[in-house]
């Protein structure tokens, strides 16, 4: 557990970081910055104890905010609305101010994703080894805007000799921000919304519940390194898309429609060998985590009283 630090957090309004935040305010100082497009959730932070400073990374330097920050999670993200030009500029200007700003932490933990590799066959469990490309049929910015973030990531890390980690996350989802796949393809499932999969076989993933993913960032801090560390970032199990679907179907009633097709929203499985090494196992199953998110976002909607 990480006590008495000094912990500064991007992206903390949404899906991915809120729970680490949460976590780690606990036992720790911790100032959450970005936008708060939502009042409430800032206001949320504010009475478990954190400090809020609004930052648009898209535009405002870091002029006024503490340096001493001894860690530092960045997992803000332009995902970009079409616009190339902007997605790589807004996200690497941003990390490279953040990372300069923080120079003198003690670490780093950039949030990268699975994105960035180059498909390969649905099943292939991918290692830290494998070929990248920044390439995506679903959300074409996204993957690029990353790439070049880890690229930005990798000079400051070196040039500032910050130690730093950059971890590709695998599928989130949890109780906060949008709930990650399971959520979302349950809010499709209510709306009666067609499911796109491949026209063979199913996608794989190896997902991660943000209590999982709150639990390995002390130690994902602990193996940074510079010139930074790369870790696929991930659960323990790998999941089928369609079997996903099918045990959100089981447990809630809820009929899908998968409508096999070219355009998927891709996802890919990890081989998780040195996030084991590095930060440890996970202690949710993806049947339980998949339960319990579903709860949080639409309370009484699981009405299965056995796992299925
Ligand atoms: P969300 O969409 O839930 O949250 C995005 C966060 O980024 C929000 O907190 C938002 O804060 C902040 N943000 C967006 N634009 C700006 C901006 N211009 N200035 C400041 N802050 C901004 O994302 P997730 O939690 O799902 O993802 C977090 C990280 O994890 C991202 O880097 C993403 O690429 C990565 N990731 C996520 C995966 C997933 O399954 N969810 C999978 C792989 C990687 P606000 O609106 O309040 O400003």
Known sequence: ????????????????????????????????????????????????????????????????????????????????????????????????????????????????????????????????????????????????????????????????GLP??????NVAYGPHGHGGLPVILFRQMLAGEPIAVPREGQHYCSPIHTDDIARHVPRLWAAAKAPATVVNWGGDEVVGVADLVAHIGGLTGVPAELVPGDVTRAVSAFDGSRRRTLAGGCERTWRDGVRQALEAHFPGSVTATTEN
């Open 1 to 160: 557990m990480l006590t008495g630090k000094k912990i500064l957090i991007t992206g903390a309004t949404g899906l991915v970081a809120r729970t680490v935040a949460e976590t780690l305010a606990e036992h720790n100082e911790v100032w959450c910055l970005g936008r708060f497009s939502d009042p409430q959730v800032a206001e949320r932070l504010r009475e478990r104890g954190m400090r809020i400073w609004h930052w648009d990374m898209a535009r405002d330097p870091l002029d006024g905010l503490p340096e001493d920050f001894t860690h530092v999670l960045h997992a803000a993200v332009e995902r970009g609305g079409g616009d190339f030009e902007d997605v790589v500029a807004v996200n690497s200007v941003a990390t490279g101010r953040l990372m300069t700003h923080c120079r003198g932490a003690e670490a780093f933990l950039y949030v990268s994703t699975s994105a960035v590799y180059a498909p390969q066959a649905l099943d292939h469990l991918h290692t830290e080894a494998d070929p990248l490309a920044a390439a995506s049929a679903w959300l074409p910015t996204y993957p690029v805007g990353k790439l070049a973030t880890e690229g930005a990531v990798r000079a400051f890390a070196v040039t500032l």
């Open 164 to 169: 730093t980690t950059i971890a590709r996350l």
